[in-house]
């Protein structure tokens, strides 16, 4: 992922992604009350939201309820190139998160499993046979205890 110059927002488009934080659902016409245009034009500006990469509407789920029983965070030390490692790991099925850092580890990713045997699996075989990588250390998530979207808009 290329570094991107900031979107510069007015205080409607803020306003729109606000609303959305706080209700993905929440329909074009509500929002438009809220920020004071039609529902087509909500509309028009959340597509463009999201044509812009500023924005995107998902559905975020509880894993453990779909059996997927092993979450960790894996700390990566790389020798060589950090973002060809990356790309390489935001291609495992298993990786919803990569984020190249400073500090004691070149990589985080964030890992969701079915079990533990799926977890060492894929830290043996996937991640470890990565040309680069030198070393893990694996954080194994025992409940999740905090985990918002909402932090708004500047």
Excluded at 23 to 35: L, N
Excluded at 117 to 131: A, K, M, Q, T
Aim: charge should be negative.
């Amino acid at each position: 992922m290329a570094t991107r110059k900031p979107v510069t927002l007015d205080d409607v488009s803020k306003g729109i992604i606000e609303q959305l934080q706080q209700d993905g659902r929440r329909s074009y016409a509500e929002i438009g009350k809220k920020v004071g245009l039609s529902e087509a034009a909500v509309r028009q500006r959340v597509q463009r939201l999201q044509e812009s990469g500023v924005l995107q509407i998902v559905g975020v789920t509880d894993p453990m309820q779909l059996g997927f029983y092993r979450q960790a965070m894996i700390g990566i030390r790389v020798a060589g190139d950090t973002t060809r490692v990356a790309e390489e790991l935001g291609r495992l099925a298993a990786v919803d998160y990569v984020v190249l850092t400073a500090g004691s580890f070149d990589i985080l990713v964030e890992v969701v499993c079915e079990n533990d045997d799926d977890l060492i699996e894929l830290l043996n075989s996937r991640i470890r046979g990565i040309e680069g990588v030198q070393s893990t250390e694996t954080f194994v998530y025992l409940r999740l205890h905090k985990q918002y979207y909402n932090w708004g808009t500047r």
